[in-house]
């Protein structure tokens, strides 16, 4: 299954990072970093940046540690079981977030996007990604596997109020025309 959402999120995932302007030397998180390839993809445009992946899942884990070994190796990546809950890092560490895919399933929205706002760094950017999101025209094979698999589904009006309550400023949202995938940014004011 990994794999799978390895291969089959790399094309939106590509799109998605595509809005984001990294610096060289970045510290980037990556929530719910499932079987690795966003890191992976993240590695290629931030020469000389450090990574730590985050999932809940010991198999995540192990997958995306699998996957990224030679980032391991090189001391550029860690991979730690962690929940978007409760993430074991200090304040303003990250200058990027990423999650890819995760926000359906994260235990309390709001409250755990205020838990990704206290470890980004001011200024810093926090990106969501996800291959749905609720608007007109979804098919009813989607509305179902959102309400067989209990995902959250938020409208656009919907993500652009838990940003702003979050506390983050310039809040963009970018959909990919054709598709039904989105990315929304916020910086940390």
């Known amino acids: 299954m990994l794999e799978r959402m390895n291969d089959s999120h790399g094309p939106m995932t590509q799109w998605a990072l595509s809005h984001l302007q990294f610096g060289e030397k970045d510290r980037v998180l990556d929530i719910g970093c499932g079987g690795g390839a966003c890191i992976a993809r993240l590695s290629t445009m931030v020469k000389d940046g450090t990574f730590v992946g ?3 899942a010991k198999t995540s884990v192990e997958a995306t540690r699998q996957f ?10 860690e991979v730690i079981e962690a929940s978007v809950s409760d993430m074991p890092f200090a304040d303003d560490t990250f200058d990027k977030i990423v999650t890819v895919e995760s926000y359906y399933f994260w235990p309390d929205f709001e409250t755990d996007m205020q838990e990704v706002y206290r470890v980004l760094k001011p200024s810093g950017h926090f990106l969501l990604i996800a291959e ?3 608007h007109v025209g979804l098919p009813q094979s989607v509305l179902d596997n959102i309400q067989a698999y ?4 938020l409208d656009l009006d919907g993500f652009i109020d838990v940003f702003e309550k979050t506390g983050f400023a310039d809040i963009a949202i970018h959909v990919k025309p054709g598709e039904r995938w989105i990315a929304v940014e916020g910086i940390k004011a």
């Open 132 to 134: 749905v999101y609720d």
């Open 68 to 77: 990224n070994q030679a980032l391991i190796d090189a001391g550029k990546l």
């Open 150 to 153: 209990e995902m959250r589904n």
């Open 54 to 56: 985050i999932d809940y």
